[in-house]
């Protein structure tokens, strides 16, 4: 069992959990992601590290209430325990040779992203961060963003913030500007990072992608999480999750992304349905 020893709601639809995992505190790395399973009954799901502190022994991830697990997960609080907790999984990132990088989060994507901005930080890389989000109520962990980064701009689609405009619009006008990026990194929607990797391609900056399909075993045996890279398959899984940007084939994996939406859309409605008997019992 794993306890939780911190929560913190960051909107009404995101949650932060750090959780007592001392094992996987020590070897994990920016890039990689953990699975879990709430109780002996819930299913197996996949979690990007977001963070972690290896003298506390703590890992923390960041999730949207999107689904039946997502849900339950989220009635969870400091001092209650999850039941398995595993990882690190995953190819960590590698960064070499890099002095200027470009590192882009789209909504959760963010906090995906933040890892990696904060790795590139402390390696004295200069660091644009740009993150993207619908509107100003939705925007999560700034204030640990400004700490991992050179430059951060928060980007909302109607300006709420007083700054309006999509990632890629920003992403454009630096580049425009001058600034000159060995690298960009892009986390988020897949239609986000597509349009990322189209913006940078005749600019011939490299940009690494995070794909995050569904996810069962965390091995490569299932295959449910397998994304054509280069006109290669490969499993994000195990050779991944971060990829060429350039080379991954995102109509492919959009389209993949929308096989389960309605028995996803059917497990929460019947969730619901059920825990609402439970309480008027």
Do not use: W
């Not at 879990?36 to 999730?63: Q, S, W």
């Not at 740009?130 to 109520?137: A, E, L, P, S, Y």
């Not at 454009?172 to 929607?189: M, N, Q, R, T």
């Amino acid at each position: 069992m794993y306890k939780i020893v911190r929560k913190e709601v960051l909107n009404p639809s995101v949650s932060l959990i750090e959780v007592d995992a001392p094992y996987i505190a020590k070897k994990a790395e920016p890039g990689q992601f953990i699975i879990l399973r709430v109780n002996e009954t819930g299913e197996r799901i996949p979690f990007t590290i977001a963070d972690y502190d290896r003298e506390k022994g703590t890992v923390t991830i960041i999730f949207q209430k999107v689904g039946k697990t997502t849900e339950l997960l989220d009635t969870l609080n400091a001092g209650d325990e999850i039941l398995d907790f595993v990882g690190p999984l995953g190819v960590a990132s590698h960064f070499e040779n890099v002095k200027r990088v470009a590192v882009i989060g789209g909504g959760l994507g963010t906090a995906i992203a933040y890892p990696q901005a904060k790795k590139l930080h402390s390696m004295g890389v200069e660091v644009d961060m740009i993150n993207g989000f619908r509107n100003k109520d939705l925007v999560i962990i700034e204030d640990m963003c400004k700490q991992a980064c050179t430059n951060l701009y928060t980007m909302t689609d109607d300006g709420s913030n007083g700054n309006k405009g999509f990632v890629t619009s920003k992403l454009e006008e630096l580049i425009k500007s001058g600034v000159k990026y060995d690298l960009v990194v892009a986390i988020g929607p897949l239609v986000m990072m597509k349009a990322v990797c189209e913006l940078t391609r005749p600019y011939e900056i490299k940009t690494i992608v995070s794909m995050n399909p569904v996810m069962i075993d965390g091995t490569g045996m299932c295959g449910g999480c397998r994304v054509t890279v280069g006109g290669e398959t490969k499993f994000a899984c195990v050779d991944g999750p971060d990829f060429d940007g350039h080379l991954v084939d995102f109509d492919q994996a959009i389209l993949r992304s929308k096989m389960f939406k309605e028995k996803e859309a059917d497990s929460l409605k019947q969730h619901k349905c059920r825990m609402e008997g439970m309480q008027n019992a």
